[in-house]
């Protein structure tokens, strides 16, 4: 499996397909519904997130409190370079699997191997390349954001001297002497964000990084984890917000009531559910015999009228041969939409039960 970050030509939107050498895919812009192909193929830049060795390696992991497992027997990975989204309800364990994780707290059972270091034996030095944004992100309020960041450089051996320059990259330069006490939430995060990456961690992990920010925060956010992935560092986040997820992560682990249901990239997810796109076709006026016809067409599964509308469920490389069957019966299409299977929509149906 290989991946490439691609762009719209059309809106500039960029987005992450995953596919074989060989393989073509027809492409439809989210942000533009701009259309077009891409061929994969060993070209520069193009990375091999699978054959890469292991960031992370989580085997049984098992956490109990007062009797009760909040991780049961859980096994995921992380490989070097990828950004990898941690998903799960409330409740299911993704809080305790990153603190064990972080070494915060200590498992029942299992073992947690960081760059082929075991946590239990090397913790002091694994932490050194580790960065870390928790889910409520607190400092010495009483402190300025730069005098923050220097004390928290200096637990962490880190020169000083990044400490400025970050706060500035972080859109924080103007507040830098100011008390964070005064800050808002989304200053906050911004804040937390950079202490996260002083000392330029190998392996970052993020709980919740777009929380309290505002939609520009959100993209400042995103494309600064981008480019940390670019500049060769493995990112771990947990997020409730997939749409975020689904356009940033190469693969995604799903728990649910303690254990793993799920990991993949989202692709193969929505294949192992079986869930299909849906095209919508608008037209001017519907007869049976366009009905029947896209019926008969391989790959179709259904066909359903609503009101000028068509709703047809069919594989990704059938939807033009709907567009062609309906032209040569003559209809009249007004407007066309391709609805992809959502991370929202494997993540519904991985947690609805235990396993699937």
């Not at 049961?72 to 305790?96: C, D, M, Q, R």
């Not at 069957?325 to 993540?347: C, G, H, R, Y």
């Amino acid at each position: 499996m290989i991946e490439k970050k691609i762009k719209c030509p059309s809106c500039g939107y960029e987005t992450i397909i995953q596919g074989k050498v060989g393989d073509s895919k027809k492409i439809i812009c989210p942000k533009c519904n701009k259309k077009g192909f891409f061929e994969f193929s060993k070209e520069k830049g193009t990375k091999k997130i699978m054959d890469k060795p292991m960031m992370l390696s989580v085997t049984s992991l098992t956490k109990s409190f007062n009797g009760k497992k909040a991780v049961n027997n859980a096994s995921f990975s992380v490989h070097k370079g990828e950004i990898f989204g941690f998903l799960g309800p409330n409740g299911a364990g993704k809080t305790t699997s990153i603190k064990a994780i972080l070494g915060l707290l200590y498992p029942n059972n299992g073992q947690i191997l960081i760059d082929n270091q075991n946590l239990m034996h090397d913790e002091k030095k694994i932490k050194e390349q580790v960065g870390y944004l928790p889910e409520k992100v607190a400092f010495y309020e009483n402190l300025t954001a730069l005098q923050n960041l220097e004390f928290y450089a200096e637990m962490k051996n880190a020169n000083k001297s990044q400490c400025k320059p970050l706060l500035k990259e972080f859109g924080l330069a103007d507040a830098m002497n100011q008390k964070v006490g005064t800050f808002s939430k989304g200053m906050n995060q911004r804040l937390g964000m950079a202490r996260a990456i002083i000392g330029n961690p190998s392996f970052l992990i993020l709980d919740e990084p777009s929380s309290g920010l505002d939609p520009r925060g959100v993209v400042f956010i995103r494309e600064k984890i981008k480019t940390l992935n670019e500049q060769g560092t493995t990112i771990f986040i947990s997020s409730h917000i997939l749409s975020e997820i689904q356009a940033i992560c190469h693969r995604v682990g799903i728990i649910n009531k303690g254990s793993i249901v799920a990991v993949d990239d989202i692709s193969n997810l929505q294949n192992r559910l079986q869930l299909r796109p849906k095209l919508v076709l608008t037209l001017e006026k519907i007869k049976k015999d366009f009905i029947s016809a896209v019926e008969a067409i391989e790959g179709v599964f259904s066909v359903k009228q609503e009101k000028d509308a068509l709703e047809v469920f069919c594989r990704k490389d059938v939807k033009a041969n709907v567009v062609l069957t309906l032209s040569k019966k003559k209809a009249k299409i007004k407007d066309i939409q391709t609805m992809n299977p959502s991370l929202e929509e494997v993540f519904m149906r991985f947690t609805e039960a235990n396993t699937v």
